[in-house]
């Protein structure tokens, strides 16, 4: 591909703010727009990162979808993975050839970010999605519904700040008693929290769900594979624009039909982006996500008699004595301290590698200084 340097300054297309309500139907707005003042140039533009791929991505203004590349100066910047875009990122871009190409400049600083633990490597963060302003939680009635999981979910979310929805999907293949017992279960979450039953077959609960949808608002579909994530897009579409598959007769897991992170509009004026189905759901750092989830253990935590109560063995616990008393659910109780458990180990794993990251850093500086002095 040719550098930068080789293309006709006139090939460079000007300032999108011409172009702002195309960005708008994409989700931007004010708070974007005083952010992007602090870049904008005549010949850079805005626009939204729509898909995500290993190396490249897609992005919009609203009125073209363009394949785009990180400039020689960006990636030189770049430290960690969470300084890569991520899809629903808003980025500086420069627009070339007729929109058959970009180069991303800059990310405007994100209003939240969803993120997980790498499920491949050690222990560095993997981007889902940013500036979403509610997250989907999926899970399939018939045989995906599970309340620890769903605890997770909301220890991510809550932790990125966003708007839990949980979506309980394929409500067609379980009977009304199966589905009473489930709303039994639910009762275990705060109110705060909105559980929707849909049936993507029937159409049950689907008029609902359009009601909660917000124009100019992004929503982001999380789930395991196969649990109905992308027939809902296409459903919310009326048109049948994505692949789906079906999902494995003896255990009803998905084939992991979505590959990529992709973000789509609807008539509807929402913002939807669409994920591929997640095994995994590991985390670290995520304090204010831990206390948001299990506000009530929290709560109770405060009159333990040490300051560094871990809940577990120690004399004085207000926490176990809750337990005890039934004022907190067991189970609860028990997934509460296994996702903190295994933060706080990740963590450690996180920082051990930051200070040996930083220690070969300044090994080479000066291994390059004595070479210079050579
Ligand atoms: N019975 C029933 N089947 C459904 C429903 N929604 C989706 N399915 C089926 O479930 C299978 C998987 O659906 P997908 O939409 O591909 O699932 P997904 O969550 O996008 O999966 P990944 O892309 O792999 O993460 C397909 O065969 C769908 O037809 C539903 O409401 N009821
Ligand atoms: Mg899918
Ligand atoms: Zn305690």
């Not at 100066?73 to 969470?82: H, P, Y």
């Not at 839990?164 to 999907?169: A, G, Q, W």
């Not at 994530?229 to 624009?241: I, M, S």
């Not at 609860?332 to 070969?360: A, G, P, V």
Request: hydrophobic fraction near 35%.
């Amino acid at each position: 591909m040719s550098t930068l340097k080789e293309k006709n300054p006139k090939d460079i297309k000007k300032n999108s703010k011409e172009n702002k309500a195309g960005l708008e139907k994409l989700g931007y707005d004010d708070w974007f727009e005083t952010e992007s003042n602090k870049y904008i140039k005549d010949d850079f533009s805005i626009a939204r990162v729509v898909e995500a791929n290993k190396n490249n991505y897609k992005v919009s203004d609203g009125s073209h979808d363009v394949f785009a590349e990180l400039s020689g100066k960006f990636l030189f910047t770049i430290v960690d993975s969470i300084d890569y875009p991520t899809v629903g990122d808003w980025v500086v871009v420069q627009f070339f050839d007729d929109y058959s190409m970009a180069i991303i400049h800059h990310i405007l600083t994100r209003k939240s970010l969803l993120k997980r633990k790498d499920p491949g490597k050690a222990v560095e963060f993997q981007l889902i999605a940013a500036n979403i302003d509610y997250a989907f939680i999926m899970q399939a009635v018939d045989s995906n519904f599970n309340l620890n999981r769903l605890e997770r979910y909301f220890v991510m979310i809550n932790e990125s700040k966003i708007q839990p929805i949980v979506i309980l999907s394929k409500t067609d293949l379980v009977s009304e008693d199966e589905l009473i017992e489930i709303n039994d279960r639910i009762k275990r979450f705060d109110d705060k929290y909105l559980f929707l039953p849909i049936s993507s077959i029937t159409d049950d609960g689907i008029e609902t769900l359009k009601k909660e949808l917000e124009s100019n608002k992004t929503y982001c579909l999380l789930g395991s594979s196969g649990v109905g994530k992308t027939t809902l897009l296409n459903k919310l579409l009326g048109e049948h624009r994505f692949d789906i598959k079906e999902v494995r007769e003896k255990d009803s897991k998905g084939k992991h039909t979505t590959v990529r992170r992709q973000l789509t509009r609807l008539e509807l004026g929402s913002i939807i982006i669409d994920t591929p189905g997640m095994r995994e759901l590991g985390n670290f750092a995520i304090d204010n996500g831990l206390n948001e989830t299990f506000d009530e253990i929290v709560s109770f935590s405060c009159q333990c008699r040490f300051k560094d109560c871990t809940h577990t063995h120690e004399e004085g616990c207000a926490v176990k004595e809750a337990v005890e008393n039934g004022l907190i659910d067991e189970d609860r109780y028990d997934n509460f301290l296994k996702i903190q458990k295994e933060s706080e180990y990740y963590q450690m794993s996180y920082l051990e590698k930051q200070n040996k990251d930083k220690t070969f850093g300044k090994m080479l500086k000066n291994y390059k200084k004595s070479i210079r002095k050579k």
